[in-house]
Nanobody, 124 residues
Framework: QVQLVESGGGSVQAGGSLRLSCVAS????????MAWFRQAPGREREGVAA????????TYANSVMGRFTISKGTAENILYLQMNGLKPEDTAMYYC?????????????????WGQGTQVTVSS
């Protein structure tokens, strides 16, 4: 089992920045991919950014490319999302997700562990 805990959400004005953190615990050596998703009220959950563990491979949603950066901490079980140039449309609950090795999936699919989420609110 893997547990994911997010932090770093908050309220900012448009143009501001936030950094989200996700700490994975448990059987973290079983994780091969981690990602950030978000869900706004009344909308479907969408992938924001993802990375492959043990590599420099990252991918982003078109809506955040150039503004958000996904990275790892000093250890592979820590994941960050640096969000710059925030817009009101970035307002959502942000979730950290992990997918175990050997589990098939694309960049946004088949994640089997999820955190509780951290709220990001951007005002205009």
């Amino acid at each position: 089992q893997v547990q994911l805990v997010e932090s770093g959400g908050g309220s900012v004005q448009a143009g501001g920045s936030l950094r989200l953190s996700c700490v994975a615990s448990g059987i973290t050596y079983s994780i091969c991919a981690m990602a950030w998703f978000r869900q706004a009220p009344g909308r479907e959950r969408e992938g924001v950014a993802a990375r492959t563990i043990g590599t420099t491979n990252t991918t982003y949603a078109n809506s955040v490319m150039g503004r958000f950066t996904i990275s790892k901490g000093t250890a592979e079980n820590i994941l960050y999302l640096q969000m710059n140039g925030l817009k009101p449309e970035d307002t959502a609950m942000y979730y950290c997700a992990a997918r175990t090795c050997g589990k098939p999936g694309t960049r946004w699919t088949n994640y089997n562990y999820w955190g509780q989420g951290t709220q990001v609110t951007v005002s205009s």
